[in-house]
């Protein structure tokens, strides 16, 4: 019974099995071929054939992004699968010839298996992923085929990642991330060597092609960090407003609208109070004796002086909810800020590459000028009159009183944390890659 049941059921699963196993190889590589025609779709629906690149077409930067997603996707898909039958035909051909040849996989279907092959390397060998930045970067080489001994001696892949063929595109190109201005040391000074590298580009019949490749890149570099300085901005902001006006407003206006709500939440707010009516109070006795009002009586006097305290208990009533509002709204903002950063990593590197190529793209002069103006505003002699009014600002937009020794600690340790930090800069940094600018910067400070 046992033998019985093993021939007509076990068995012809495990022989299907065994047969989807030898397929493998070439369910792999169909599979591959897919994934090249749908990238080759995408090409000549969308980009004339061309290559899928910004230059190839005139899209908009989201639209870009999603044919590169959809690119990346097709090219992962592709490189697993010829990953997957590079290693199964090496198991095949090498533990079970026989059954391969039986099946017909390893040499009858040679010119099949070449021609998709190459179909595949023309389309995927257009591209390739640098890890060195976290915006995927895509490079053009030339298809490299494969010939008929190299089909019959696949070894199994050690990377998915299509190496460049291309000998033209420099070393530069497939570098992990470049280094900072702020890291690049040399032998020779940096003045020569940039002369040696202007006069190559120079005598290059490319540097043309190169220079507007390159304005290209920046534009966009600069289009892209003013637009994320921006959104930086702008949407805090508007995260505030709307919040404060849809969200916050309502529920703290529900919960204060009461009569047994606090009007001052803080002393200081009660004692601005005081000094708004003893004001108004000493104001009516000096018109009285100037004779500019009609001298009044005391129970005129009482009349004017409370209703003066409702408009005043109602406007402090009023600024003690908006306080309240400022800060749940300042917690939407911090949120909305936070998941910004985490949103715009690739943002965030061409950002920094940008700051770091306008501020040690400066001269000497515009350094030390840019440099002294900061540490003169932020911690120079006039500075704690600044943090004085920005700590007092805070203090009054969340409704908290102003801590006198709160400030003065502030004003004791801050700046000066900020000009070690701006001193540790200049030794460590500046006076490596513009020493000039560290000479010229200490004869204007002196």
Not at 90 to 103: C, D, R
Request: hydrophobic residues 40%; contains cysteine.
């Amino acid at each position: 019974m046992n033998n019985s049941f093993i021939n007509q059921k076990l068995y012809p699963w495990l022989l299907a099995s065994y047969h989807w196993y030898l397929r493998t190889p070439e369910r792999s590589l169909d599979e591959a071929q897919k994934a090249a025609l749908q990238i080759k779709a995408l090409e000549d629906e969308h980009f004339n054939g061309k290559k899928i690149d910004s230059e190839s077409a005139d899209y908009s930067e989201n639209v870009m992004d999603f044919f590169e997603s959809d690119l990346k996707k097709q090219l992962q898909i592709a490189r697993m699968r010829l990953t997957e039958f590079k290693i199964s035909r090496y198991f095949l051909s090498e533990l079970n010839p026989k059954a391969a040849i039986h099946e017909g996989i390893i040499y009858s279907n040679a010119a099949e298996i070449l021609r998709k092959l190459n179909f595949i390397d023309s389309i995927i060998s257009k591209y390739t992923i640098l890890d060195g930045d976290n915006s995927s970067q895509i490079l053009r080489t030339e298809p490299s085929p494969i010939s008929n001994s190299q089909l019959l001696q696949i070894e199994p892949a050690k990377s998915q990642i299509i190496e460049v063929q291309d000998s033209n595109i420099p070393k530069k190109a497939v570098n992990n991330r470049p280094q900072s201005k702020a890291n690049s040391t040399g032998i020779l000074p940096r003045s020569i060597l940039n002369t040696i590298h202007r006069l190559q580009v120079e005598l290059d019949p490319k540097s043309e092609q190169e220079v507007v490749k390159d304005f290209r890149k920046a534009q966009r570099r600069t289009i892209i960090s003013v637009r994320f300085i921006l959104l930086l901005i702008i949407i805090p902001i508007l995260t505030h407003q709307v919040t404060k006006a849809l969200v916050v407003g309502p529920i703290v206006e529900r919960f204060r609208h009461t009569d047994t709500a606090k009007i001052f939440i803080n002393d200081e707010m009660k004692e601005e109070a005081l000094e708004k009516l003893h004001r108004f109070e000493e104001e009516i006795k000096f018109q009285s004796l100037i004779n500019e009002t009609p001298l009044l009586s005391p129970e005129v006097m009482e009349e004017k002086i409370k209703e003066e305290a409702g408009h005043i208990k109602e406007e402090f009533r009023e600024e003690s909810s908006n306080a309240v509002k400022n800060v749940f709204a300042d917690m939407f903002s911090v949120l909305a800020f936070i998941i910004l950063l985490l949103m715009s990593k690739k943002e965030i590197t061409v950002f920094k590459d940008f700051c770091d190529n306008l501020v040690y793209g400066l001269s000497d002069s515009a350094k030390a000028f840019i440099i002294i103006l900061f540490t003169d505003v932020f911690v120079g002699f006039h500075s704690p009159h600044g943090w004085e009014i920005i700590l007092e600002g805070l203090s009054r937009h969340w409704g908290l009183p102003a801590s006198r020794d709160f400030i003065f600690l502030f004003i004791a340790t801050f700046p000066v944390i900020l000009d070690t930090i701006f001193k540790y800069w200049i030794f460590r940094y500046l006076s490596r890659i513009s020493p000039s600018a560290v000479a010229t910067y200490r004869n204007m400070n002196e």
